[in-house]
């Protein structure tokens, strides 16, 4: 299964786009990238996915590279809101279609 | 359209005794994932149904156990708990099996072993 890496933690200015980084360098060509946050005790949040083309929604924007081996997903007008441990996930077939939620990168957004 | 939701949310169970947690998914949702969350462990995957059949499993021991029903609703069972055994259980609903399909989780439940 394809392992993500993340920085362990992110500070962002309320209003500032939020950058949040994944390198997933062992991505093979059938496997998603997920996004999930997770808010103090409450159950994690989908935020977006994507396979080889940049998605967007009304919560993110998820950029994912040429070669596939990283992504960003963006806030693009961070808010206190948006607080939380952020996951970046690679799901694999051959993992039995599970999500294998990593330590993730906890976002603090200051006022 | 309703989120998933688990009942009961807040439990307290005493060691040797057994629980059983309910998850509803959201409506038209056939596939039911459980994971459990520790501060230690992170979140871990315990099982999937999906149409009433058990289609992939964790690294649990046997004392958990789940099912579902026609109705897509499901159960997990945790029999002789252990104080190891505390945590939250979340419950996550897909519209279908398959890379592409999102999994929306639950509040959860968050169960103390005394």
């Known amino acids: 299964d394809a392992k993500t890496t993340q920085p362990p933690s992110m500070d962002c200015a309320e209003g500032r786009a939020a950058n949040l980084p994944c390198n997933h360098s062992t991505i093979s060509g059938n496997e998603y990238?997920?996004?999930?946050?997770?808010?103090?005790?409450?159950?994690?949040?989908?935020?977006?996915?994507g396979l080889k083309n940049n998605e967007t929604n009304e919560m993110a924007s998820l950029i994912i590279t040429e070669d596939r081996k990283s992504s960003t997903l963006i806030l693009p007008h961070a808010t206190l809101r948006d607080t939380a441990v952020y996951y970046c996930i690679v799901r694999s077939r051959g993992a039995g279609n599970q999500f294998y939620f990593g330590t993730g990168t906890s976002l603090t957004v200051i006022p | 359209k309703a989120g998933v939701t688990q009942t009961p949310r807040y439990l307290i169970?005493?060691?040797?005794?057994?629980?059983?947690?309910?998850?509803?998914?959201?409506?038209?949702?056939?596939?039911?994932?459980?994971?459990?969350?520790?501060?230690?462990?992170?979140?871990?995957?315990?099982?999937?149904?999906?149409?009433?059949?058990?289609?992939?499993?964790?690294?649990?021991?046997?004392?958990?156990s789940g099912r579902q029903f026609s109705n897509s609703r499901s159960e997990m069972n945790v029999s002789t708990l252990e104080l190891g055994d505390s945590a939250l259980y979340l419950c996550a609903s897909s519209?279908?099996?398959?890379?592409?399909?999102?999994?929306?989780?639950?509040?959860?439940?968050?169960?103390t072993v005394t």
Do not use: A, M
Not at chain 2, 98 to 110: A, I, V
């Open chain 1, 33 to 49: 990238v997920y996004w999930y946050r997770q808010i103090h005790s409450q159950g994690p949040q989908y935020i977006i996915h």
């Open chain 2, 95 to 111: 519209l279908d099996q398959g890379l592409s399909y999102e999994q929306y989780f639950g509040p959860g439940t968050r169960l």
């Open chain 2, 13 to 64: 169970k005493t060691r040797g005794q057994q629980v059983t947690l309910s998850c509803s998914p959201i409506s038209g949702h056939r596939s039911v994932s459980w994971y459990q969350q520790t501060p230690g462990q992170g979140l871990q995957f315990l099982f999937e149904y999906f149409s009433e059949t058990q289609r992939n499993k964790g690294n649990f021991p046997g004392r958990f």
